[in-house]
């Protein structure tokens, strides 16, 4: 039963016959074609009064969750369920909030799917019928103790398998959108796109079920990236490729084809296609820092491939700005200095932890090859040679013997 048809039971009892009739005087303004009897009509203002009256009673929010609420609370009952079966050490707190947000993603994908002019067919459903039939017949044994095996079949089945439907037309969209995507990475978007949508559609909606519910925000428990910073070796319409730690000294050495269809192979370093789904402007040499929670590789069209998925792009430098970063060559003396100097060096591979700051300090040409330069919050350098992915850290001692060195050989 529905909240209108509720209020109109519990004010007026059952009224099956002028239901309809009331319906749209309340919130229609329309009226009955046949002509009532002049004694009848006093009886039918006080019904009509006493609804109103109801509506206006009733728990604050109710005006909120309207024929457009997108709540549905055996879904959330399910996803309630499924967490308790999941997690045996949860809290009542987790349970809640992980249940919410299932439930927003999945009505999200729905709803965000259809708002963009996506519409299921025949043909998607047979294109899915296994699938969707696994869905039906994943529950031969009902686990469940608050949701019943038969509103799970009419309330939240119908749901499951909707979702199922509209998550392919997504993600065929984005392999459409994309000129780079993978599997994992579209799933990774449709949901993101879907709880943004949500959010922003039934704001009200939401955070009146959220304060019904008892549902606290709860800080996310997925893998937190720390900045990285590089450069964009190649733009391909709304992806680039991003190498982290390098810079567009270091393009003119690397073969296109190390790059464009291959998985990073160091240890540590994202080297990847990146969605560019907000259109920030780049150009191939470009400095950038960006977060990329999502990311993976996996086998698409043929190629392995690694893609990920940016929370934010910050451009530090652009390519056509010129090269903000000094650039020192040695010597052929001090050259030899400075590979004197990092003979005992302990060279590490570069690791997840963001260990550089935005820019290097400086680019180092030697007579054998190149560095780049970057300085910690004490002061103290971390190098690494162009072309590759191992890094040192220098002692504070040879960091002023090295800045002797570059002060020395600075363009006058």
Request: overall charge negative; charged content about 25%.
């Amino acid at each position: 039963m529905n909240e209108l048809k509720k209020a109109l039971h519990d004010v007026a009892g059952d009224m099956s016959e002028s239901e309809r009739a009331v319906k749209n005087a309340v919130l229609y303004n329309k009226k009955r074609k046949r002509k009532m009897p002049l004694l009848i009509v006093p009886t039918i203002v006080i019904i009509i009064l006493t609804i109103g009256i109801a509506f206006w009673a009733v728990p604050k929010g109710f005006d909120q969750l309207s024929a457009q609420n997108p709540i549905n609370e055996s879904l959330y009952t399910y996803y309630m369920e499924f967490q308790k079966l999941s997690w045996n050490d949860g809290t009542d707190e987790q349970y809640r909030y992980n249940a919410y947000m299932e439930m927003l993603q999945t009505l999200g994908i729905i709803e965000y799917a259809k708002s963009i002019g996506l519409k299921a067919t025949d043909e998607d459903y047979a294109d899915l019928k296994e699938s969707l039939q696994f869905i039906e017949d994943s529950y031969e044994v009902f686990p469940f103790e608050s949701l019943s095996k038969k509103e799970y079949k009419n309330n939240v089945l119908p749901i499951l398998q909707e979702k199922a439907i509209y998550q392919n037309l997504l993600k065929n969209k984005w392999y459409e959108t994309f000129p780079v995507m993978t599997d994992s990475i579209a799933q990774f978007y449709s949901n993101r796109k879907a709880i943004v949508y949500m959010e922003e559609q039934y704001e009200k909606q939401l955070a009146y079920f959220k304060e019904q519910q008892q549902i606290k925000t709860l800080p996310s428990s997925s893998f937190t990236s720390l900045p990285k910073t590089g450069v964009v070796a190649a733009v391909n319409d709304n992806v680039f490729y991003f190498m982290q730690n390098k810079v567009a000294q270091e393009l003119d050495e690397i073969p296109l084809e190390q790059f464009q269809t291959t998985s990073s192979t160091n240890n540590g370093s994202l080297n990847a296609w990146i969605i560019n789904d907000e259109s920030v402007s780049l150009q191939v040499g470009d400095y950038v820092k960006l977060n990329a929670s999502g990311w993976n590789t996996e086998e698409s069209n043929g190629e392995i491939v690694m893609l990920a998925l940016p929370d934010s792009i910050e451009v530090l430098q652009r390519q056509s700005d010129g090269n903000n970063i000094e650039e020192v060559t040695l010597n052929i003396e001090d050259s030899l200095r400075l590979e004197e100097l990092l003979k005992s060096a302990k060279w590490e591979a570069n690791s997840l932890i963001r260990i550089y700051s935005d820019l290097p300090y400086y680019i180092v040409h030697t007579k054998i090859t190149s560095y780049k330069i970057w300085k910690t919050s004490q002061r103290r350098f971390y190098i690494m040679p162009f072309g590759e992915d191992n890094f040192t850290q220098l002692t504070q001692v040879k960091t002023s013997e090295l800045e002797q060195i570059l002060d020395k050989n600075k363009t006058k």
